[in-house]
T-cell receptor, first 115, second 111 residues
Framework: DAGVIQSPRHEVTEMGQEVTLRCKLISGHNSLFWYRQTMMRGLELLIYFNNNVPIDDSGMPEDRFSAKMPNASFSTLKIQPSEPRDSAVYFC?????????????FGPGTRLTVL | GEDVEQSLFLSVREGDSSVINCTYTDSSSTYLYWYKQEPGAGLQLLTYIFSNMDMKQDQRLTVLLNKKDKHLSLRIADTQTGDSAIYFCAERGNAGNMLTFGGGTRLMVKP
């Protein structure tokens, strides 16, 4: 299995531009989590989905952030418009909802730099 | 909300044992986890323990759980330079399937 796939691995953009981060879940997994990691704030859960349905989006910073699951194996996290304070590494993780341990499997992350 | 706390930094010499500690507040935790993050990579699951266990051993890793004190530790025997990384503990409560992560402990192994 290829594991969780994220793209792009690195993104550099200018303030005000739209940014879209992508995530492909591990086949058979049906929970999807988006995290943001910075030196100052550590690892923060932004939003998570079970069976394509958003369960908790209380970690989404503000309306500039939106996340979708257009199908069971794919998710996007969009920032519009982007700001320099959005610079971070964004991870997605997937988990098999029926699994008894709820272990999450992380992707390699997207390093976002907003100039 | 629930909270998971870890010390920020640990330095050990190669060959010594490392002990990374974690405390949590959720008394309804069902599973507790240790993840490892190497530079430039995502978090990788090392091991987990069910809340009704007090110890789990997996090769060089030993996890100890004191549920009364809500204290979790990870012991790495014969620590190697390749063990240098950030180690996160996490807990799963009984409400939903999200995990609460600690801030991570940076382990530095000196040759």
């Amino acid at each position: 299995d290829a594991g969780v796939i994220q793209s792009p691995r690195h993104e550099v953009t200018e303030m005000g531009q739209e940014v879209t981060l992508r995530c492909k879940l591990i086949s058979g997994h049906n929970s999807l989590f988006w995290y943001r990691q910075t030196m100052m704030r550590g690892l923060e859960l932004l939003i998570y989905f079970n069976n394509n349905v958003p369960i908790d989006d209380s970690g989404m910073p503000e309306d500039r952030f939106s996340a979708k699951m257009p199908n069971a194996s794919f998710s996007t996290l969009k920032i519009q418009p982007s700001e320099p304070r959005d610079s971070a590494v964004y991870f997605c993780a997937s988990s098999p909802l029926a699994g008894h341990t709820d272990t999450q499997y992380f992707g390699p992350g997207t390093r976002l730099t907003v100039l | 909300g629930e909270d998971v706390e870890q010390s920020l930094f640990l330095s050990v010499r190669e060959g010594d044992s490392s002990v990374i500690n974690c405390t949590y507040t959720d008394s309804s935790s069902t599973y507790l986890y240790w993840y490892k993050q190497e530079p430039g990579a995502g978090l990788q699951l090392l091991t987990y323990i069910f809340s009704n266990m007090d110890m789990k051993q997996d090769q060089r890793l030993t996890v100890l759980l004191n549920k009364k004190d809500k204290h979790l530790s990870l012991r790495i025997a014969d620590t190697q330079t390749g063990d240098s990384a950030i180690y996160f503990c996490a807990e799963r409560g009984n409400a939903g399937n999200m995990l609460t992560f600690g801030g991570g402990t940076r382990l530095m192994v000196k040759p």
